[in-house]
């Protein structure tokens, strides 16, 4: 059958758009399942020696921003390898990561806590020491309460096997039930983690997200530190929760 060139051309032009929205598409999500975040200053990205996002954290003090241990500590041949401090960046108050702005400020000391092996024994808690001082406001640290709505923040993936973002996401999520979180996460510790998502899965933190903040009614409650998957039913993100470690901090 012969097709007309008028009809190619129109057919080409209904393709271009709808190519178009499916581009378009991603720019609705946040984390997964999320929004595009307002202006959060505290929020950092870390950056390695290459200058790559591949971490969060949150400024919890003028001159420290807390994030995950595993985000110190890099994979190699032979297993983790500790990151020197000169090897990281932190950069504040850059919601879009393909421009400059905001503050850049270099990590001189890296506090890892001394019992952390591995994300699914918990103690996911490390603080890094910037430079200088900054003057943006440090989110307080607070306490997690069943049942209230938490907001995870990151530039990680969009969905499971999707791209990462450019611009910061956030997404709400309800803290869960300890017996909940035992229910699904082997070797879950109630006074050193906390989870939190929807029974059917659908919106969570995501690879890349690691290390950034959890925060309920304006208090930073967790870090970001492990998942079976992202937003997979039954299975919630597994957080830091941050006040065991107050006196740490």
């Given at each position: 059958?012969?097709i007309?060139?008028?009809?190619?051309?129109?057919?080409?032009l209904?393709a271009?758009?709808l190519?178009?929205?499916?581009?378009?598409?991603?720019?609705?999500?946040?984390?997964?399942?999320?929004?595009?975040?307002?202006?959060?200053?505290?929020?950092?990205?870390l950056?390695d020696?290459?200058?790559?996002?591949?971490?969060?954290?949150?400024?919890?003090a003028?001159?420290?921003?807390?994030?995950?241990?595993?985000?110190?500590?890099?994979?190699?041949?032979?297993?983790?390898?500790?990151?020197?401090?000169?090897?990281?960046?932190?950069?504040?108050?850059?919601?879009?990561?393909?421009?400059?702005?905001?503050?850049?400020?270099g990590?001189?000391?890296?506090w890892?806590?001394?019992?952390?092996?591995?994300?699914?024994?918990?103690?996911?808690?490390?603080?890094?020491?910037l430079?200088?001082?900054?003057?943006?406001?440090p989110v307080?640290?607070?306490?997690?309460?069943?049942?209230?709505?938490?907001?995870?923040?990151?530039?990680?993936?969009?969905?499971?096997?999707?791209?990462?973002?450019?611009?910061?996401r956030?997404?709400?999520v309800p803290?869960?039930?300890d017996?909940?979180?035992?229910?699904?996460?082997?070797?879950?510790r109630?006074?050193?983690?906390?989870?939190?998502?929807?029974?059917?899965?659908?919106?969570?933190?995501?690879?890349?997200?690691?290390?950034?903040?959890?925060?309920?009614?304006?208090?930073?409650?967790?870090?970001?530190?492990?998942?079976?998957?992202?937003?997979?039913?039954?299975?919630?993100?597994?957080?830091?929760?941050?006040?065991?470690?107050?006196?740490?901090?």
């Amino acid at each position: 059958m012969r097709i007309s060139p008028r009809l190619v051309a129109a057919l080409a032009l209904v393709a271009v758009q709808l190519a178009s929205q499916l581009v378009a598409a991603p720019a609705a999500l946040a984390v997964v399942g999320g929004s595009v975040a307002g202006r959060a200053p505290w929020v950092a990205a870390l950056l390695d020696a290459r200058g790559s996002q591949f971490c969060g954290g949150a400024l919890i003090a003028p001159d420290r921003v807390v994030t995950a241990a595993h985000c110190t500590q890099e994979r190699g041949l032979l297993g983790p390898r500790d990151r020197a401090p000169r090897q990281l960046t932190v950069v504040l108050d850059r919601h879009d990561l393909r421009t400059r702005s905001g503050v850049r400020v270099g990590v001189s000391g890296i506090w890892r806590h001394p019992a952390f092996t591995d994300v699914g024994r918990g103690d996911d808690l490390a603080v890094l020491q910037l430079d200088g001082p900054v003057a943006f406001e440090p989110v307080r640290v607070g306490d997690a309460v069943a049942g209230r709505t938490a907001t995870a923040y990151g530039w990680g993936r969009t969905a499971e096997s999707g791209p990462v973002s450019s611009l910061l996401r956030q997404v709400d999520v309800p803290i869960r039930a300890d017996h909940d979180c035992a229910a699904a996460l082997a070797g879950y510790r109630a006074d050193a983690m906390l989870c939190a998502g929807f029974p059917d899965g659908g919106r969570d933190a995501c690879t890349g997200d690691s290390g950034g903040p959890l925060v309920s009614d304006g208090l930073l409650v967790g870090v970001v530190s492990y998942g079976r998957g992202c937003a997979r039913a039954g299975q919630p993100g597994a957080y830091t929760r941050l006040a065991h470690y107050r006196d740490r901090l």
